[in-house]
Every structure is written in structure tokens, then in C-alpha cells.
């Protein structure tokens, strides 16, 4: 087959990614894509860096066993641990997600506060990112558990309420004019947080990523030029998450 129209593989520790594939998929129509969550391993954010390496090699290399064209790290932890290492191991494009920090820094005059998982913000890339962008400008909020409560409550993310009011809580006053949501999964409760700050506005980095894969596809001639709807298919390695993310994202893809 021509290589044009193999699929797209889109890889997150769990369910985040799945916010990152709407977005590559809503400006990519036509393009076949291949979802893999790392359930059984999730969540990644508090795993120790070699570890997340190991587990983002083994799902990239799945995912190329399945004949992808590119690979799109839809995990702010997985790409600032591994993608350096991962892109000088394959020829395939991979393309990596990052907190939105240097929009949201450039958009606002107050504060703004980072969220996103412990392994994150412990990367020499996250610490680079962050002194590009000014530091006094900048509170970063590294979240122990809410990716694995996201996990929890796949589908019933408003049972989160409670806990997201109680760890944002000590940020409520700070004066906090743009929030950043630094890992994939944080962006299904986003409505939660965008309540309890809402002089803020809040940034992600999934459009970015989808503009950079399309581009990243035209400029090697690899963009599916047929006409029809794209298939999205959704693997898993805990195998009854497979139709878990398939509802999920029958169920959601009309909200973010
Ligand atoms: N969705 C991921 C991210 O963007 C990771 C969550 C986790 O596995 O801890 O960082």
C-alpha cells in the first residue's frame, strides 16, 4: 500500500491522548488513525523516568509493528522523557505534545499557573521550556493523582468535582490569569477547572500538535489525499479499555 494512506498512531499512557486525537483528527478528515492507550501502565506521571522511556519505546514500537506513517506522543510525560530518544531510534516522524506554556505566557500579563504530572516536571525539557518563558510569571503545580482518578471515572469525570475544588483550592486567589493544562488527560475537566478560576483563560497543546502533524505530513508527501472519511481504531493493552475508548469517544468528541 502507498504509504500515504496508512494510518496515523496516536499514543497516550491512557485516555488523555484522546483529546489530542479530536484535534489531529478534526483538521485531518481524511486520515486513518490508530489510538494506543497504555492502561495497564497508567498512569505514567508518577513512574520513576526510566520506566516512562520503556513503556513509551514499547508502545511506539507497537504501533510501527501495526504499519503506522507517524506517531503522534499524545502524553506531555512520554514526550519530555522520550522523545529525544525515541527519534533517534526511528526514521518514522514522531511528533511530540508540550504544556502550552510560551502561548499562554505570551497572552497574559498575570499569572499563570501550570499543571501537569510529577515525572513532567522533574524533565530537563519541561526545565528548559519553562526558563524560556520567564520565571516569576509562573507557578507550576505538579499533580500527584488526578490523572489516575481520570482513569477511575472514565465517563463520569463530574464525580471529580469535589477533589479538583479541594487541590486547586490553595490557587483560587493568586490572582491566576491562564491556566495551563499540561497533561492530556486534564483537559476532559476542564470545565471543572475553568469554574474555579474564571478571570482565566485556559491553554492546551493539542491544536498546536494537530497543525504540526498536518504540516509535518505535507512537507514528506505523506498527506491521505482521498476523499473519504478517515477510520479511527482504538487498541489498548488492557484490552476491555478498547471499547472504553471507543465510547469515550463516541461520548465526547462533540465537547472538547
Ligand atoms: N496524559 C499524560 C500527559 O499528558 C500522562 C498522565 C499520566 O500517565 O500520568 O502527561
Redesign the pocket.
Known sequence: MCKKYLPIGVF???V??ITVLKACADILPHENFLYYGDTKN?????LADQKITQLTFNAVDRLISKGVKAVVIA????TAAAINALRSKHDIEIIG?EPAIKPACLMTNGKVLVL??K??ARQPKFKSLIKQCGLQKVIIYPLCDL?RKIEQNIGRFENLKEYIHKILSPYKDCGIKAVVL????YIFVKDIIAKIFPQAVLYDGNAGVARYLKNTLIKNGLLNDQNQKGKIEFFSSDVKYQSIYQNLWSKYTNIF
Open positions: 497516550d499512557s491512557g488523555g491522548g497508567s498512569p505514567y506521571g508518577n502524553c506531555n510525560t512520554a505534545i501537569l504530572t515525572a513532567a490523572a499540561g497533561c492530556t488527560h
